[in-house]
């Protein structure tokens, strides 16, 4: 079912009871500062851990589907994703690097074994794997030194966004004023009329490391929705990871 193929590719958001909530609609005075300063401190702030092992409670929603499930997620950065969701029995198991998206499901007896190339049709704007790996660790899916941008104080938060915009889409980082991981990430086309918003609307502290403790994704494309909401059971970092995965023979190959 095409449910699975968008909830592989978007998963994010951790929490544990032993961690501190951080709220991203916080009280937080905040000062005029450059573009350039606020994307540097921005970047400082990025995700320095090397494995993450968590336990996902995600919720699906879209014209025709409505559903929640558990998924154990584990990354090793840089290099693999790999996702394991149950409803009581094993959905789908998946495997994705940098030149691969591969995952199965041993209920519906199908698999699919290719790239990235897939979300361009599903999100409306391509996805590569260091830019699905920023969205789950709540860090801007554009480089943001790459180029010059504007800010503006926007919804209590500091927004970034490039003062020369892309030619097929707009980008806007709303950073949170307080430990400057994002509160926000949109992706618009309005002339395709599209449009991708990654929220955060919460951060964890697990011994001194911020991690987002829920996303809200909601993709938009003419009178398409997609909305995932992702909460976390538990998480742990530079553990060692376990990522073994066989695709499986006999089962039907999906077409997308």
């Not at 020369?164 to 707009?170: E, G, P, R, S, V």
């Not at 996303?215 to 073994?244: G, H, M, P, Y």
Request: net charge positive.
């Amino acid at each position: 079912m095409k449910y699975f193929t968008v909830l592989i590719v978007l998963f994010l958001g951790f929490t544990s009871c032993k961690s501190t909530r951080i709220a991203t609609n916080n009280l937080v005075e905040i000062k005029e500062m450059s573009a350039r300063k606020v994307a540097k401190k921005h970047i400082s702030a990025n995700f320095d851990k090397k494995t993450i092992d968590a336990r996902l409670k995600v919720n699906y929603k879209n014209a025709k589907d409505d559903v929640g499930f558990s998924v154990r997620m584990k990354i090793k950065k840089d290099e693999v994703i790999w996702l394991k969701g149950t409803k009581i029995i094993t959905v789908f198991k998946a495997k994705i690097t940098p030149t691969k998206v591969q995952f199965y499901s041993s209920f519906y007896k199908n698999y699919f074994d290719g790239d990235f190339s897939m979300l361009k049709d599903l999100l409306g704007t391509d996805i590569n794997f260091q830019q699905l790996q920023n969205m789950l660790l709540g860090q801007s899916l554009f480089n943001v030194k790459s180029e010059r941008h504007e800010v503006e104080i926007i919804e209590k938060s500091y927004q970034l966004s490039p003062k020369k915009q892309a030619i097929l889409f707009d980008l806007f980082f709303n950073i949170n004023p307080l430990h400057y991981k994002l509160n926000k990430q949109s992706v618009v086309n309005s002339t395709k009329n599209q449009r991708l918003d990654i929220s955060y609307p919460t951060y964890l502290n697990k011994k001194g490391v911020l991690f987002p403790e829920k996303i809200n994704i909601n993709a938009k494309q003419n009178n398409k929705f997609t909305v995932i909401d992702i909460t976390t059971r538990s998480v742990e970092f530079d553990t060692k990871l376990n990522i073994d995965f066989r695709m499986p023979n006999g089962y039907k190959e999906i077409k997308l």
